[in-house]
């Protein structure tokens, strides 16, 4: 997630050092081959929301892991990166 403030960047960073974000983040990778959906490059991989998720009550995001693996795709950093520069991530509030 893309946050202005230097300290939601830093909540969002410890949520992904979760267990549940981990076992999250393996079985997109597996099921992903361990390989950029974008480019097939096999290091540096991160699994990317294609979409972020926000309550409309409270505007609170969706944890990470309580994504559906449909919104999440493999991709080496620098595909990562490149995707984050070139497109807005779309939020869907529910």
């Not at 939601?8 to 597996?30: A, C, F, H, S, T």
């Amino acid at each position: 997630m893309r946050h202005q403030s230097g300290t939601m960047k830093q909540d969002y960073n410890q949520l992904l050092q979760r267990p549940e974000w981990k076992r999250k983040r393996i079985e997109i990778l597996n099921r992903d081959g361990h390989r950029c959906k974008n480019c097939g490059n096999t290091k540096n991989l991160q699994v990317h929301h294609r979409q972020y998720i926000k309550y409309s009550r409270t505007g609170a995001h969706v944890m990470p892991w309580n994504y559906e693996g449909r919104l999440l795709i493999t991709l080496c950093h620098s595909c990562h990166e490149l995707g984050h520069q070139q497109v807005k991530i779309q939020t869907k509030f529910i």
